[in-house]
């Protein structure tokens, strides 16, 4: 079974900052997707950037980037100028074709930007 | 982008009530969507999958008589919770996915927050 793993219960960055939040995953797939969603505290979902495993160029939207380590397993997130926008929930998802078609989830990491 | 609305934001019911909650992709076509379950500082938590034209897949534990679910159309899904309990009290989302070429998404829709008195 897959699972998402978040290390980060919660982290805190000043505004204009740079913040990684972590996230490993464990499966025996080759090709998947990954996703980092944003939840702030109005609660909508909101999708931050998605990975293609069969990519090796790590996504970038913006001031958000990943780092996709496939071998290490490991999908990283990592925002760049911190806005107080930016305070919210992160939960790293997991997904791959052919499989249950569930997106599983981390248990999220709080990321509050400090003015 | 793709938008996923839900009605309504917010329900207060009495114990023993039954609560439609309505969730509509508005700008795509969703032949999947999913109900979502979410406690006060906690991760989402599954309930089912719904498919268009066929019955909902439940996740282990969730009472399928309790939570009925139908996906009549491409763009519509209902999560019923029948006699509803105290215990029901939560924060419900759903999903639904786009499908392209290239990558398989889900969008969410903003939430419903039931509370049973």
């Known amino acids: 079974a897959q699972t998402v793993t978040q290390s980060q219960p919660e982290m805190s960055v000043q505004e204009a900052e740079t913040v990684t939040l972590s996230c490993t995953y464990d499966t025996s797939e080759s090709n998947y997707y990954l996703f980092w969603y944003k939840q702030p505290p109005s609660r909508q979902m909101i999708l931050v950037i998605r990975?293609?495993?069969?990519?090796?160029q790590n996504a970038t939207e913006n001031r958000f980037s990943v780092n996709f380590q496939k071998a290490a397993k490991s999908f990283s997130l990592k925002i760049s100028d911190s806005q107080l926008g930016d305070t919210a929930m992160y939960f790293c998802a997991f997904w791959f074709q052919g499989g249950s078609e569930k997106l599983v989830f981390g248990k999220g990491t709080k990321l509050t930007v400090n003015p | 982008g793709a938008v996923v609305s839900q009605h309504p934001s917010w329900v207060i019911c009495k114990s023993g009530t039954s609560v439609k909650i309505e969730c509509r992709s508005l700008d795509f076509q969703a032949t999947t969507m999913f109900w979502y379950r979410q406690f006060p500082k906690q991760s989402l938590m599954l309930m089912a999958t719904s498919n268009e034209g066929s019955k909902a897949t439940y996740e282990q534990g969730v009472e399928k008589d309790k939570f009925l679910i139908n996906h009549a159309s491409l763009t519509l899904s209902t999560l019923t919770v029948t006699s509803a309990h105290p215990e029901d009290s939560s924060f419900y989302i759903c999903?639904?996915?786009?499908?392209?070429?290239?990558?398989?998404?889900?969008?969410f829709g903003p939430g419903t927050r039931l509370t049973v008195l």
């Open positions: 990975q293609e495993a069969y990519k090796q």
């Open positions: 999903s639904a996915r786009e499908l392209d070429l290239h990558t398989d998404t889900q969008y």
